[in-house]
């Protein structure tokens, strides 16, 4: 379990995610979260523990510079409301009055306020059948603020560039 202050959840409910997980491993995770009232942090732990790597929260601003370095990405918001995805290149940013502030020809860009973000992990797992990797950001209510995928190409396959990169992370933050 990570460090951060998330509600604890019941066993009861954490037996059930993992039912949940055993039953359909490539699922949503945040689906499988709110189905059995539990923080999404809290279903990623709950999966196996290959699929994910955790980095100090307090790397934030290495892991989004080696993120800027990567091309195009897909940038994931996903609240209870909505699915944001966004493509675009990671603008390297910096911190000013109270946020890491993203600036630049993206069509990403705005102020992250990163003293929230009290866990990351890089998740690498099934996802409806394929492979998928992401950098995932995490507040304290055990909630993602955001996710950074690794991209596909348009036979659907991630991009290999992308995926050392990811795999990069691995060794060298993780």
């Known amino acids: 379990m990570s460090t ?30 709110r189905e059995h009232g539990v923080p999404t942090l809290a279903v990623l ?11 100090p929260a307090e790397r934030f601003e290495d892991l989004w510079k ?20 966004c493509e675009g290149e990671l603008p390297v940013g910096s911190f000013g009055h109270g946020y890491y502030n993203i600036h630049g020809d993206s069509p990403i860009g705005g102020h992250i306020k990163a003293a929230n973000c009290t866990a ?20 304290a209510a055990g909630e993602a603020m955001f996710k950074v995928f690794v991209r596909r190409d348009k036979a659907r396959e991630l991009l290999p560039d992308q995926v050392a990169r990811f795999e990069a992370l691995k060794r060298d933050f993780a």
């Open 45 to 55: 732990e709950a999966a196996p523990a290959d699929q994910r790597h955790q980095i």
């Open 4 to 33: 951060m202050t998330m509600p604890a959840p019941s066993a009861d409910a954490m037996a059930r995610v993992r039912e949940a997980l055993a039953a359909k491993p490539d699922g949503v995770i945040e689906a499988v979260a």
């Open 66 to 85: 080696q993120l800027a370095g990567w091309g195009t990405v897909l940038f994931i918001v996903h609240t209870p409301d909505i699915v944001l995805e």
């Open 120 to 139: 990351i992990y890089l998740v690498d797992r099934q996802f409806h059948g394929r492979r998928s990797c992401s950098v995932q950001f995490f507040n």
